[in-house]
């Protein structure tokens, strides 16, 4: 409720009348005319409330009289009274009714009331409220007030004296608050400066409004008071203090500082009167030591008195913060010598107020910046600013050196050293102070055995003083240890952080102006007003020095976790505001000082100590004291977190890292991290530090560069508490974030971080060489980091990127190389994948950019870093292959960089990568990159660590050879726009295009290209990679040859594949023949294939096969090509010479080629579009191999004989070529040159040795002959027409020769047949389809032709021969094949029988077609071929086998058959008249043979045998004797005696009792007898000579059997009992048969024919039979009964006798 309102008015009335009636209540009886008054003072007022409607201003107006009644009552001095009247003053005072009058009348009574000492705490309320209510209180009533309350602040009364104080205090504010509101009052009116007059020591105050004047008059006084001079104003002040006075002056200052700068006459007190007072009540400190012996001054020093001085701080404080724009040379007074107080020699507790003090200066930045623009700008002029922060660290090092008493103690020590950490030690400063050395958790600063506790002395930023705030005390206080150091520190940090904040946000300012004024004007440059940062750069210049040395020294004596991280946050604002403003050495020096921070105490680490000892020789001296950086001292008694070893050259002992250690490292990661766009070449000092940090820690690097924990390779390990284990994780993520923010740093701040990181790394280089120390990986590892997270703008650092980190990539120690390696390659993998901006693809030349160091890396022989590199090559082109383009030929050039030094596994990497290439890219890289892929796909070939590479490498260049076929127009169509380019270029040049195979078109030269390599990989030192690469080459060349064009045809023969033919065939006869042992490990090699020679064989074959095929299957083409004579005389030779190789395989292979290109189809046309596809699916469109029953190509069905196959090929498939052509098939040069070729290897291989067969020769293999004798046939078919006697000849030679040649027993169980089998080998059956062939030929060529019959014959007969006797080659020994042992080197005979006797049957079946031929009579051919049979016919059971002589008779039988007719039909000719004898010869031999037949021959063969006899005797029988008129008498006698001997023919002694009635050959007796008989008897005898011959026979016969049968009867009887001899017996049972064999042919005869002798002679035989009757042998008892049986005939009644029994 306000006090106007009329409630309020209604209550006052009420109120006061209340009071007045009180009022004269309490006075009725003692005082009456107060009584009075006070009922008056009621009717009064009712009066003005009835009269008046605002009653307040009524009142007032009449206060006077209203106060009146009061005041008396007050007069009258009864306490009761006083109070009741004091309160209704008050009332009234509070509602305002009081006028100028009434007021001074108030004062007036309360003056006599407070000098009769009544009620004074009343008093003072009723002045205050006095005052404060209204404004009607001036002049001298008013300094009557004020004296008033002054003159109750020294009463006795304690109460009474507070009250005073507090009320004055009130009272002066009030002045000075009617000041403020008047001014405010007149603001708006402007004011006529008033002349200023003389500077008298009172100024005018008539210039002053009222209110201005009593304040003025008011502050003049209290000056006047505190200097101990009388008042002006205050009239009436009986005494006054001046600590009082001072608190006064400090309030009016504080809290009105407009007034003094607003109203020129305060400003003028303040200078005049203030200051003067100021400086001249600060005398006794400024002038007192503390210690100095009194006789140092001859006048007694007043010593400082706390409250005063405590308070003139308080004052200058004030004055400072609020006037320093008026007052700048006193401020610089003030400033020089609250630096003073600072000092040692001062008493403590004043050292405290005035650390207090500056504290207070130090939380205002503003203020500092006007002192260093004020002073320390100024010339001439003290350098305030730098003072008072050199003050504060001479102070805080001060307190660290406890003096000793007497002593002045020297600040500072000696210069410490070079800055190598030499301690500086403190002089005369050996006593601890009584500190304890025991660790306390209580955050403390200690630093050589002094212990300074840190107590919280106020919020950051806000200067709470302790001490000056001590009005009370009157003695100086003790003030706790630490106090001093703990407001000194906080001064420190609030000085730090207010002088950066204000710059850094002036600073931003500046760049929001800049940025809208470069927004505004793009093509203008901004300037910047350059005053504020000159002001800036001078601040920091001038207190660099004094922070650096007290917060490094405090850094180091730091034992709280929180006082430390303030420490470092002030160093890093500092270093980061310093690297803003560019001022290098600060930045560095504080850089620095974190860094030292960071590592272990005493850490030898060069880029440090260099800069601290550029620092500590910047002693800097504060008013002639010599300040030093003082150097850390060693035994800070510290949490050690972690041990580990030193980073150095030399292994040292461990080193201990501290938990401050690491706080530290944590700023300086901060630093690097927030600030280091303004780093500069400090990274270098950063780096450095952390890097070694990082390697103590153990912290080694991992994917991408990021570090993680690792233990420690050498020395004992690395030891980190748990603590530190939490922690090292952070610190590794924050290192990379470091990392991770250089791209936000401007390109020129990238560079330095590079630059500081190169130059690091070059250092760790140093460091790692000659020893195997694990080296500092750190610059690698980040400046891979740095790289990755600046891919954006990679360009610009690339260059100087991997330059370096080649360079890393050469080194020895591995570690180092290999972490090398591993940060390039991740940088271009890295690279490569980036989405630039324009993409890679559209920008080649970042692409050869981030290549390039790939390629580089290729130079390097390390191998783990080439595997790195190929690993990276892998990666690149599993993610990024496809989008290459330009920058293949480098990728490749790498993939390809291999030597065979390199070892196998990196040769497995690289090759993976041409894998990749080959079943990935080919598609997508320019054309003319392939042929650098055949070229390295090549190289990997011909490497020799790792075969199955070499292998798989040569699979790939087939795969390549398919990509060129199946997408040969493109590459065709890129390749010719290339080569136009080239081409335009190099007329340009005026040079000649210059490319392999040049004149050949380009797509061709890439498979020319292709061939080549292929044909260097079919000679390599290797067996199987010639082998594959062979048949890689002529599996390509076959498939895909159709692309190439005709002339390039020229370069694949000649320059291809004859030179490979050159090189093979060179390689194989020079070959070694040393046996390899084992092929390495535990392979075993065959021995077919266990000698370099033998694998060179295989390769000779395989080329030589793959020629022939070509020229086979391309023929067509070929032949148009203008030298195919030559070729083919060249593919010949090689045919040649590899036949006649001394090795098996080659000369088989080298006939099986010369097969393949003698059997040559018909070329198919180009419009023949069949053959093309059967060539292009790799199917030669050749006939089937005449070795194989069928092979590739055309499916011909098998026929029985290789003959039938033969013809019915030459007729089918060698049709006319097309008319109009020329065909090349029937050049008979190309085949009579394969002739020669034919005739000369055949010559040259079946030529028995000469010499003697000591060493061992080289004999052909029976497969080797076979496969020659069988390319005649064939061969013959193109040659037949000039076919001459003379070649005739040429081949039989050829055949025989090869016929003889024996086998090597170790072949013979895979050749020949058994003994016992007859069959033929496949050579013999094809010498003799040889001449089946030929025979053939002759039979249906012309007349000419067919006198080459006989000499086939002869040729035939040769080997019939054989049977008997086996051909002799050269003077070999050769063994039967039952008596060789196989495993020994031995050579067996063949066995030649079934040869032999299929020759024989060939020659029986020819001469039954050819025994009419002119030729053939003539030539006696009949005559040989008995001849020839005699041979086995004689032998007869010593022939080698049964069988021949049993086909040699039944030959016989056949060609007499057909022959005997001939003969006798040229009887007159004389031709056949030497064939008689022969005849006769052979029948003799054959017949009675010389051999006995073996002795386990059975019974069953014998008789078979018998009969073979008995058909020959047949055929005397038949064909000859009744033709005896045409054939010459001797030979007809010669026969009837072979009869005659065979008709008694005995048996042999050799018959077992039992057989032998059957092995008396009695059937061929009997045959014999009987045609004996039969031609003596049966026919009229034409000459009286035969006749003869037949009865002598008979007669002989008969005698011969008398003689026998009496001799037997003569034995038997002399015998007894006795048996006779087994033969005896034998004999006289065949001449019993015989005797009735005669007995059966003269029955069957004509009477007549039969000589009457004979009758008597065969009845004479007939008692000499019956005188054997007696014989005991049942045998002859038997044969008896045959023979006598007969005899019945004779039996018959006597007829007359005629005569004498003679006709």
């Not at 045919?1135 to 099986?1152: D, F, P, T």
């Not at 029948?1483 to 018998?1506: G, H, M, R, V, W």
Request: charge should be negative.
């Amino acid at each position: 409720m306000s006090t106007s309102s009329p409630e309020a008015v209604k209550k006052l009335l009420e109120n006061m009348q209340t009071d007045l009636r009180s009022l004269s209540m309490e006075c009725k009886k003692k005082f009456p005319p107060v009584k009075e008054a006070a009922e008056s003072g009621i009717v009064k007022i009712k009066t003005i409330a009835a009269r008046n409607t605002d009653i307040l201003a009524a009142l007032k107006e009449n206060s006077s009289e209203v106060v009146q009644p009061f005041l008396m009552g007050c007069g009258t001095k009864e306490p009761k009274i006083t109070q009741l009247c004091l309160a209704a003053i008050q009332r009234l005072m509070s509602h305002e009714v009081v006028s100028e009058a009434a007021a001074g009348n108030i004062i007036n009574m309360l003056w006599q009331l407070m000098e009769n000492g009544l009620e004074e705490l009343k008093l003072l309320q009723t002045v205050l409220v006095l005052l404060t209510t209204n404004t009607v209180v001036h002049d001298e009533v008013l300094s009557k007030a004020i004296v008033l309350c002054f003159r109750l602040h020294f009463t006795k009364d304690n109460i009474t004296n507070n009250t005073a104080a507090a009320t004055v205090r009130q009272v002066v504010t009030v002045v000075f608050e009617r000041m403020v509101a008047e001014d405010e009052r007149f603001k708006g009116i402007v004011e006529q400066p008033p002349p200023v007059q003389g500077n008298t020591n009172r100024r005018s105050v008539s210039t002053l409004r009222p209110s201005a004047k009593d304040a003025y008059m008011l502050f003049q006084d209290l000056c006047q008071l505190v200097n101990a001079d009388a008042p002006y104003w205050l009239v009436g002040m009986t005494e006054m203090t001046r600590t009082f006075g001072l608190e006064l002056l400090e309030s009016v200052l504080n809290d009105f500082p407009g007034v003094f700068l607003q109203h020129q006459e305060f400003s003028f007190l303040l200078k005049e009167r203030v200051c003067p007072l100021v400086i001249k009540l600060f005398s006794p400190n400024i002038k007192f030591r503390q210690g100095s012996s009194s006789a140092a001054s001859p006048a007694p020093v007043e010593k400082p008195y706390f409250p005063i001085c405590m308070r003139l701080l308080r004052v200058v404080s004030v004055l400072i913060k609020h006037f320093y724009s008026l007052l700048v040379t006193e401020c610089e007074i003030f400033l020089s010598l609250l630096v003073k107080f600072l000092d040692g020699e001062k008493p403590q507790w004043l050292r405290a107020v005035a650390v207090e003090s500056v504290h207070r200066l130090c939380v205002q930045p503003h203020l500092l910046r006007s002192f260093c623009q004020s002073y320390d700008m100024k010339q001439h002029s003290t350098k305030v600013f730098r003072d008072i922060v050199n003050a504060l660290g001479s102070f805080i090092q001060s307190l660290f050196i406890v003096p000793n008493a007497g002593n002045i103690a020297a600040v500072s020590a000696p210069a410490g050293g070079s800055g190598s950490g030499a301690q500086g030690t403190a002089q005369g400063g050996p006593g601890t102070g009584g500190v304890s050395g025991n660790l306390t958790t209580q955050a403390a600063f200690e630093y050589r055995g002094t212990w300074i506790p840190l107590m919280t002395v106020s919020v950051q930023g806000s200067a709470k003083a302790t001490y000056l705030e001590m009005l009370d005390k009157v003695e100086p206080p003790s003030i706790p240890e630490g106090y001093a150091m703990s407001v000194a520190f906080s001064a420190l940090l609030d000085l730090v952080r207010g002088i950066t904040s204000m710059i850094e946000r002036e600073l931003a300012a500046e760049e929001e102006v800049a940025a809208e004024f470069r927004e505004a004007h793009p093509d203008q440059e901004w300037q910047p007003l350059p005053g504020a940062h000159l002001v800036w750069e001078e601040m920091v210049s001038a207190c660099w020095c004094g922070l650096l040395a007290a917060l490094s020294l405090l850094l180091d004596a730091s034992t709280d976790e929180t006082a430390t991280e303030n420490i470092l946050k002030a160093e890093l604002t500092m270093a980061s505001l310093c690297g803003r403003l560019g001022l290098v050495t600060p930045r560095d020096a504080f850089i620095t000082a974190i860094c030292k921070a960071s590592l272990p105490p005493h850490y030898a680490l060069t880029v440090l100590s260099s800069n601290a000892a550029n620092l500590s020789s910047k002693a800097y001296s504060i008013q002639g004291q010599s300040v030093q950086i003082i150097s850390p001292s060693s035994e800070s008694h510290q949490q050690v977190v972690a041990v580990g070893q030193p980073l150095t050259a030399q292994p040292q002992g461990t080193v201990v890292l501290t938990a401050k250690n690491i706080q530290c490292m944590r700023t300086l990661l901060n630093l690097a991290h927030c600030h280091g766009a303004v780093l500069g070449t400090s990274w270098q000092l950063v780096l450095a530090t952390l890097q070694h940090l990082v390697w103590i820690l153990g912290l080694k690097p991992g994917v991408g560069g990021a570090l993680k924990p690792g233990r420690a390779v050498e020395g004992p390990s690395t030891v980190l508490t748990t603590a530190v284990m939490t922690d090292l994780p952070v610190i590794s993520n924050i290192l990379s974030r470091l990392f991770e923010s250089s791209q936000y740093l401007d390109d020129v701040s990238l560079h330095h971080l590079i630059n500081a990181l190169c130059s690091l790394s070059l250092e760790a280089m140093e460091m790692a060489y000659g020893n195997n120390k694990e080296p500092s990986l750190f610059a690698v590892a980040k400046l891979l980091e740095t790289g990755l997270v600046n891919m954006d703008r990679i360009e610009i650092l690339w260059r100087p990127l991997t330059g370096h980190l080649l360079e890393v990539c050469q080194h020895p120690n591995s570690r180092m190389r290999e972490w090398g390696a591993e940060a390039l390659t991740a940088l271009i993998k890295a690279g490569l994948a980036y989405k630039h901006d324009p993409p890679l693809a559209q920008n080649q030349r970042l692409q050869l950019l981030l290549l390039n160091p790939l390629k580089e890396l290729s130079n390097v022989l390390h191998a783990d870093i080439r595997q790195k590199q190929l690993e990276s090559v892998l990666q690149i082109l599993q993610s990024q292959g496809d989008s290459l383009g330009p920058g293949w030929p480098l990728v490749l050039g790498v993939i390809g960089a291999i030597r065979n030094d390199q070892g196998e596994s990196l040769i497995r990497t690289a090759f993976q990568c041409l894998q990749l290439v080959v079943t990935d890219f080919l598609p997508t890289m320019p054309c003319t990159c392939l042929q650098i892929v055949v070229d390295v796909a090549g190289s990997f070939g011909l490497q020799n660590q790792e075969l199955n590479i070499s292998l798989t490498s040569i699979g790939l260049l087939w795969n390549i050879s398919d990509y060129f076929f199946q997408r040969g127009e493109a590459i065709t169509q890129e390749l010719e726009r290339e080569e136009e380019a080239l081409q335009k270029q190099a007329q340009e040049k005026g040079e000649t295009l210059n490319r392999p195979f040049h004149p050949a078109p380009p797509f061709d030269c890439l498979w020319l290209c292709l061939y080549a390599k292929l044909g260097e990989l079919c000679v390599d030192p290797r067996p199987a990679v010639r082998k594959s690469a062979g048949q890689t080459l002529f599996s390509t060349i076959a498939a895909h040859g159709t692309l190439l064009q005709q002339p390039t045809w020229h370069i694949v023969v000649w320059k291809v594949l004859f030179h490979l033919l050159d090189c093979v065939r060179t390689s194989s006869t020079t070959a070694d023949k040393e046996k390899i042992e084992s092929g390495g490990g535990n392979i075993l090699i065959h021995h077919s294939r266990d000698t370099a020679e033998k694998q060179w064989a295989e390769t000779w074959v395989l080329t030589l096969a793959g020629v022939a095929r070509i020229f086979n299957t391309r023929r067509y083409l070929l032949q148009q090509l203008g030298d195919f004579f030559e070729a083919w005389e060249v593919l010949l030779n090689h045919i040649q010479s590899a036949a006649l190789s001394k090795n098996n395989e080659v000369s088989l292979a080298a006939l099986k080629s010369f097969q393949e290109i003698l059997q040559i189809v018909t070329p198919v046309k180009d419009s023949d579009k069949a053959g093309d596809a059967l060539a292009a699916m790799g199917v030669p469109p050749v006939l089937i191999d005449p070795l194989s029953a069928s092979g590739p190509g055309r499916p011909l069905v098998r026929s029985d004989s290789l003959v039938e196959r033969l013809t019915r090929y030459n007729g089918a498939e060698l049709q006319a070529p097309p008319p109009g052509e020329e065909s090349a098939l029937e050049d008979s040069a190309l085949w009579w040159s394969a002739w020669n070729t034919w005739y000369r290897t055949g010559t040259d291989s079946t030529r028995p040795p000469s010499g003697p067969t000591e060493k061992l020769s080289f004999i052909p293999s029976q497969p080797f002959l076979t496969a020659l004798i069988q390319i005649f046939p064939a061969l013959y078919q193109h040659i037949k027409a000039n076919f001459s006697m003379e070649d005739l000849k040429k081949l039989g030679v050829i055949l025989h020769g090869a016929v003889s040649v024996p086998i090597s027993s170790d072949a013979s169980p895979f050749i020949l047949p058994s003994y016992t089998e007859a069959v033929l080998t496949s050579l013999q059956e094809a010498v003799l389809t040889s001449l089946d062939v030929l025979q053939k030929a002759i039979c249906v060529g012309p007349e000419n032709l067919q006198v080459m019959y006989p000499a086939i014959f002869e040729q035939l007969l040769l080997f019939v021969e054989f049977s008997c006797k086996p051909p002799q080659y050269g003077r070999m020994e050769t063994k039967h094949v039952a008596n060789a042992k196989y495993n020994q080197a031995e050579w067996v005979a063949l066995n030649y029988v079934p040869f032999a006797e299929r020759s024989l049957e060939v020659v029986v079946d020819l001469y039954h077609k050819t025994a009419c031929h002119k030729a053939v009579i003539n030539e006696k051919v009949l005559q040989n071929i008995i001849k020839t049979l005699r041979m086995p016919l004689g032998l007869k059971y010593a022939c080698p086998s049964e069988s021949t002589w049993k086909l040699a008779v039944s030959s016989l039988l056949k060609v007499l058959s057909i022959g005997l007719p001939v003969a006798r039909q040229h009887a007159s000719s004389g031709k056949f008249d030497t064939m008689w004898p022969e005849l006769a010869n052979a029948f003799e031999d054959f017949l009675f043979t010389k051999s006995t037949p073996p002795d386990n021959l059975s019974i069953q063969e014998f008789q078979k045998n018998e009969a073979i006899d008995v058909e020959v005797v047949q055929l005397i029988s038949t064909e000859i004797l009744p033709f005896a008129n045409f054939i010459p008498k001797d030979f007809v006698g010669q026969i009837m005696a072979m009869l005659n001997k065979g008709s008694i023919h005995s048996q042999s002694p050799s018959f077992t009792e039992a057989e032998i009635d059957v092995r008396m050959r009695e059937e061929f007796s009997k045959v014999c007898f009987e045609t004996l008989l039969q031609f003596s008897f049966s026919n009229k005898v034409t000459t009286p000579q035969e006749g003869y011959i037949s009865r002598m026979a008979l007669s002989v016969l008969l005698k011969r059997s008398q003689d026998v049968l009496r001799r037997y009867v003569e034995d038997e009887r002399l015998s007894g009992r006795c048996p006779l001899p087994r033969q005896q017996v034998t004999e006289i049972i065949f001449v019993l048969k015989a005797i009735s064999t005669l007995m059966d042919s003269l029955k069957k005869t004509q009477p007549e024919n039969v000589d009457g002798n004979t009758w008597a002679q065969v009845i004479a035989l007939y008692p000499t039979l019956v005188e054997c009757i007696t014989c005991s042998s049942s045998e002859v008892s038997s044969a008896l009964k045959e023979a006598l049986g007969p005899f019945k005939d004779f039996m018959q009644p006597p007829v007359s006798r005629v005569q004498n029994g003679e006709s």
